[in-house]
C-alpha cells in the first residue's frame, strides 16, 4: 500500500518595512530637497552683492581760449591801428573784423604752426580772399575777416563785366586775362578745370567767384546738375552743399547764381547761403533770372553785400548783337553811375569783348571788378547814413 505524499504550501514572503513605505520615502524625500533648495536661495540672496563703481568721466579739456589767444598773438604781429578790429565772439562761429591788408605769408605760417601744437584737430583754412577761417574737426570756430582800405575810386561811371560759365577751358582763361581791361571770372565749381581756372585768374590779378548751381523753375527739364541747390533740401543740407561747393574754387570773393530762378524766389532756401557768406565775409550779385527774386531783400537781413546784374550782353550770340549790349550797359552805367553786365565763353562773346573792351577808356568808361562797385556802393551809403 502507497503512502500518500502530502504537498507542502508555499508560504507567502510579507513585504519588508522599506518596500511597504516606497512611497511614504519618495515623498519625504522630495520634500527634504525642495527644502534644502530654498535654503540655497535664500542664503545666496543674503549674500551682498558686489558694488558697481561707475567710471569717473573727465569733462573734455575746452582750448577754445587758447585758440582765441593765438589769434590775438597773429593781430598783435600785424601792428593794426587803435581801434581797427571788430570783435564779435558771441557769434557762432566767433568772428574778427580787420582793418587791414591780408597778413604776410610768413605770419600765416606761423599762425599755422602755433595751431597745430593744440588739442583738438584745429586748421587754418585760406581758400576765401581776404579770410582766415579755423576749423576744428573740419567745423567752422572763427572766421577772421581782413578789409584793406577802401580804395580812391575812379573818376566817372564804372563798369564791370563778369564772365559766368568758367572752368572747362583754361584757354579760355589766358584769352580773358590777355584783354586789356579787367573781366571777373565766375567758375562753375564742377568743370573739370575751376581749379586751374582760378589759379590764372588769380595771378593775372582777376577777381574770382563761385558760380553757384541753383534750381531752375523748368527742372529737371532744365538741370543745374547733381551738385546744385533745390529748394526742398533742408536748410542744413543747403548749407553743406553750398559750403562744399566754396571749398572747391580757391580765392573767391563773392558768388553769383548759376540758373535759380527758382532758389532765388524762396526766401526760406536763401537763408543759409547768406549765413554762410556773412561769415566768411564774401558778397552774392544777382544774376536776375527771375523777375521774382528775394536776393536782394534777404542778402541785406544777413549783412551780405549785394548787386543785381543790369543786361546779359550775349542773349543772342551774335557779334554785332553783343557789341550792342556792351554799348547799353554802357549807357546804364552814366545814367546809373555804375552797372554789371554778365556775359559767357561764347567764340562770339570773346570776340566782342576783344573788339570793344580797349576803347573803353576812351569813351569814358572804367572796367572795374565787382568788389569795387560794392565798396563804392558802401562807401555812398554810409556817407548818406553819416548825413555827408
Same mark, same amino acid.
Given at each position: 500500500?502507497?503512502?500518500?505524499?502530502?504537498?507542502?504550501?508555499?508560504?507567502?514572503?510579507?513585504?519588508?518595512?522599506?518596500?511597504?513605505?516606497?512611497?511614504?520615502?519618495?515623498?519625504?524625500?522630495?520634500?527634504?530637497?525642495?527644502?534644502?533648495?530654498?535654503?540655497?536661495?535664500?542664503?545666496?540672496?543674503?549674500?551682498?552683492?558686489?558694488?558697481?563703481?561707475?567710471?569717473?568721466?573727465?569733462?573734455?579739456?575746452?582750448?577754445?581760449?587758447?585758440? @582765441?589767444?593765438?589769434?590775438?598773438?597773429?593781430?598783435?604781429?600785424?601792428?593794426?591801428?587803435?581801434?581797427?578790429?571788430?570783435?564779435?565772439?558771441?557769434?557762432?562761429?566767433? #568772428?574778427?573784423?580787420?582793418?587791414?591788408?591780408?597778413?604776410?605769408?610768413?605770419? /600765416?605760417?606761423?599762425?599755422?604752426?602755433?595751431?597745430?601744437?593744440?588739442?583738438?584737430?584745429?586748421?587754418?583754412?585760406?581758400?576765401? &580772399?581776404?579770410?582766415?577761417?579755423?576749423?576744428?574737426?573740419?567745423?567752422?570756430?572763427?572766421?577772421?575777416?581782413?578789409?584793406?582800405? &577802401?580804395?580812391?575810386?575812379?573818376?566817372?561811371?564804372?563798369?564791370?563785366?563778369?564772365?559766368?560759365?568758367?572752368?572747362?577751358?583754361?584757354?579760355?582763361?589766358?584769352?580773358? %586775362?590777355?584783354?586789356?581791361?579787367?573781366?571777373?571770372?565766375?567758375?562753375?565749381?564742377?568743370?573739370? @578745370?575751376?581749379?586751374?581756372?582760378?589759379?590764372?585768374?588769380?595771378?593775372?590779378?582777376?577777381?574770382?567767384?563761385?558760380?553757384?548751381?541753383?534750381?531752375?523753375?523748368?527742372?529737371? &527739364?532744365? +538741370?543745374?546738375?547733381?551738385?546744385?541747390?533745390? %529748394?526742398?533740401?533742408?536748410?542744413?543740407?543747403? #548749407?553743406? #552743399?553750398?559750403?562744399?561747393?566754396?571749398?572747391?574754387?580757391?580765392?573767391?570773393?563773392?558768388? +553769383? +547764381? @548759376?540758373?535759380?530762378?527758382?532758389?532765388?524766389?524762396?526766401?526760406?532756401?536763401?537763408?543759409?547761403?547768406?549765413?554762410?557768406?556773412?561769415?566768411?565775409?564774401?558778397?552774392?550779385?544777382?544774376?536776375?533770372?527771375?523777375?521774382?527774386?528775394?536776393?536782394?531783400? /534777404? &542778402?541785406?537781413?544777413?549783412?551780405?553785400?549785394?548787386?543785381?546784374?543790369?543786361?546779359?550782353?550775349? +542773349?543772342?550770340?551774335?557779334?554785332?548783337?553783343?557789341?550792342?549790349?556792351?554799348?547799353?550797359?554802357?549807357?546804364?552805367?552814366?545814367?546809373?553811375?555804375?552797372?554789371?553786365?554778365?556775359? @559767357?565763353?561764347?567764340?562770339?562773346?570773346?570776340?566782342?569783348?576783344?573788339?570793344?573792351?580797349?576803347?573803353?577808356?576812351?569813351?569814358?568808361?572804367?572796367?572795374?571788378?565787382?568788389?569795387?562797385?560794392?565798396?563804392?556802393?558802401?562807401?555812398?551809403?554810409?556817407?548818406?547814413?553819416?548825413?555827408?
Amino acid at each position: 500500500m502507497t503512502k500518500s505524499t502530502k504537498r507542502r504550501r508555499t508560504k507567502k514572503r510579507r513585504p519588508g518595512f522599506f518596500e511597504k513605505n516606497q512611497r511614504l520615502f519618495l515623498v519625504l524625500g522630495l520634500a527634504a530637497f525642495a527644502v534644502v533648495s530654498l535654503v540655497f536661495l535664500a542664503r545666496l540672496e543674503e549674500e551682498p552683492k558686489p558694488s558697481v563703481v561707475s567710471p569717473v568721466t573727465k569733462p573734455p579739456v575746452d582750448y577754445t581760449g587758447k585758440v @582765441h589767444a593765438e589769434v590775438e598773438t597773429l593781430l598783435a604781429a600785424m601792428d593794426l591801428e587803435p581801434g581797427s578790429v571788430q570783435r564779435d565772439l558771441d557769434q557762432s562761429p566767433a #568772428r574778427y573784423s580787420v582793418a587791414v591788408e591780408f597778413p604776410a605769408p610768413d605770419l /600765416i605760417a606761423g599762425f599755422e604752426e602755433r595751431l597745430s601744437t593744440i588739442p583738438g584737430d584745429y586748421s587754418v583754412r585760406l581758400r576765401e &580772399a581776404n579770410s582766415l577761417t579755423i576749423e576744428k574737426s573740419r567745423v567752422t570756430q572763427i572766421v577772421i575777416h581782413f578789409m584793406p582800405p &577802401a580804395p580812391g575810386f575812379p573818376d566817372g561811371p564804372l563798369m564791370t563785366i563778369i564772365m559766368d560759365d568758367l572752368g572747362r577751358s583754361p584757354l579760355t582763361a589766358e584769352m580773358l %586775362v590777355s584783354f586789356a581791361e579787367p573781366v571777373t571770372f565766375a567758375i562753375l565749381p564742377g568743370e573739370p @578745370h575751376a581749379v586751374q581756372v582760378a589759379e590764372i585768374a588769380h595771378a593775372a590779378d582777376h577777381e574770382v567767384m563761385l558760380h553757384v548751381p541753383m534750381e531752375p523753375q523748368g527742372y529737371p &527739364a532744365v +538741370n543745374p546738375g547733381d551738385d546744385a541747390l533745390f %529748394v526742398a533740401q533742408s536748410d542744413a543740407e543747403i #548749407r553743406r #552743399r553750398f559750403d562744399l561747393l566754396l571749398g572747391r574754387i580757391p580765392y573767391v570773393t563773392g558768388t +553769383n +547764381n @548759376h540758373m535759380g530762378s527758382r532758389f532765388t524766389e524762396d526766401a526760406r532756401a536763401l537763408s543759409p547761403v547768406m549765413e554762410s557768406l556773412r561769415e566768411k565775409g564774401l558778397f552774392f550779385i544777382d544774376s536776375r533770372t527771375t523777375g521774382q527774386s528775394r536776393v536782394t531783400e /534777404i &542778402a541785406r537781413q544777413f549783412g551780405v553785400p549785394t548787386m543785381d546784374r543790369d543786361v546779359f550782353l550775349d +542773349n543772342v550770340a551774335e557779334v554785332s548783337a553783343i557789341v550792342r549790349e556792351i554799348k547799353r550797359l554802357e549807357n546804364k552805367a552814366r545814367r546809373q553811375g555804375s552797372a554789371i553786365g554778365i556775359c @559767357h565763353p561764347y567764340p562770339e562773346t570773346l570776340e566782342a569783348l576783344r573788339r570793344e573792351l580797349p576803347e573803353m577808356h576812351g569813351r569814358g568808361i572804367t572796367v572795374v571788378p565787382v568788389s569795387v562797385l560794392l565798396q563804392k556802393q558802401a562807401s555812398i551809403s554810409g556817407m548818406i547814413e553819416r548825413g555827408q
